[in-house]
């Protein structure tokens, strides 16, 4: 299957500082990215859509001020968390589904996630 | 709005057994189904997915069926093994291309 890669895949940093995380598709075009967070012994919670070359969309209740998505190409999307706080602890992933006709019906596919912790 | 739940929410197993794990959603206008696996701080293994035409999936000693109209769909691991533990993700993906996971089901598979 296509890869997706993410990092890094563990960050821990302190309080009121950002946070980069990167997704990658390794073998194919992603013109649609996903962000989701998973808190401890909880399921996978869609953050935001990520869309290449435009602004993401951002589910209900998520800051998108808070989290920064950056989509500059076919193969990267960016989640940056700004000014950490310790609630924003958590297991962060990203998936990708391939570019165009297939992006809606298609598999997608999951990076190994990024855990990251606030002090 | 899509909500996806499933059932149990844990499972311990002898070795050997057979098992279904359940899984239900809300809306039958979906695109497909995916099921994933998930190891304790990994990301996500897809195992099998199933397009809204399709009825069932099969791949090694996993066999997944969907039932579109009833808004449901079950995993069925045969011969189980201890590394099948893990937990087991059901999704399904609607017509905005976004993926809705249910809560998981955890297994265990005891030697």
């Known amino acids: 299957g296509a890869v997706v890669s993410q990092h890094p895949s563990r960050v821990i940093c302190k309080s009121g500082t950002s946070v980069k995380i990167e997704c990658r598709s390794l073998d194919f075009q992603a013109t649609t990215m996903f962000w989701y967070r998973q808190f401890p012994k909880q ?3 869609l953050m935001a859509t990520s869309n290449e070359g435009s602004k993401a ?7 998108k001020d808070k989290f920064l998505i950056n989509h500059a190409s076919l193969t990267l999307s960016t989640l940056t968390v700004t000014s950490a706080h310790p609630e924003d602890s958590s297991f962060y992933i990203c998936s ?24 | 709005k899509q909500e996806v739940t499933q ?20 809306d039958s206008a979906i695109y497909n189904l995916q099921w994933f696996r998930q190891d304790p701080g990994k990301g996500l293994t897809s195992l099998l997915l199933i397009q809204s035409s399709q009825r069932e999936q099969t791949s090694g000693r996993l066999n997944a069926s969907l039932d579109k109209s009833s808004g449901r769909s079950t995993l069925y691991i045969a011969a189980s093994q201890p590394g099948d533990s ?26």
């Open chain 2, 86 to 111: 893990a937990t087991y993700l059901c999704a399904v993906k609607g017509n905005t291309g976004k993926l809705i996971f249910g809560q998981g089901t955890t297994l265990q598979v005891k030697p």
């Open chain 1, 96 to 119: 990708a589904g391939r570019a165009q006709g297939l992006a809606v019906t298609g598999e997608l596919f999951f990076g190994e996630g990024s855990r990251l912790t606030v002090l």
């Open chain 1, 43 to 45: 399921s996978l919670m």
């Open chain 1, 57 to 63: 969309t951002y589910e209900q209740g998520v800051e």
């Open chain 2, 7 to 26: 059932i149990p929410a844990a499972l311990s197993v002898p070795e050997g057994e057979n098992l279904v794990l359940n899984c239900s959603f809300t």
